[in-house]
Nanobody
Framework: QVQLVESGGGLVQAGGSLRLSCAASGILFRTIDMGWYRQAHGEQRESVAVISRGGMTNYADSVKGRFTISRDNAKSTLYLQMNSLKPEDTAVYYC?????????WGQGTQVTVSS
């Protein structure tokens, strides 16, 4: 059974930082492409950052230079370091794993950035 458990969300002032974590189980983590997505209230879910099993990364234009995605294959954990946070970064952040044509999602963690 695949499980993705996010943590690290919270309330932060604009300009602050947060680090999200996603602990994965039930998958061979090191062989899986992973990503972070977010969904603001009333909006569609959007891709924030993705990292391939080989470590190649890609970011949404809105977070380039501020967010960093990384992975620790030994710990089966995905990270998202978020710096210089803005109120428009407020959303529920979801961890995603894509394996053999199936997308798996965590339960999400709320990030709220106050102005």
């Amino acid at each position: 059974q695949v499980q993705l458990v996010e943590s690290g969300g919270g309330l932060v002032q604009a300009g602050g930082s947060l680090r999200l974590s996603c602990a994965a189980s039930g998958i061979l983590f090191r062989t899986i492409d992973m990503g972070w997505y977010r969904q603001a209230h009333g909006e569609q879910r959007e891709s924030v950052a993705v990292i391939s099993r080989g470590g190649m990364t890609n970011y949404a234009d809105s977070v380039k230079g501020r967010f960093t995605i990384s992975r620790d294959n030994a710990k089966s954990t995905l990270y998202l370091q978020m710096n210089s946070l803005k109120p428009e970064d407020t959303a529920v952040y979801y961890c995603n794993a894509y394996d053999l044509g199936t997308a798996y999602w965590g339960q999400g963690t709320q990030v709220t950035v106050s102005s």
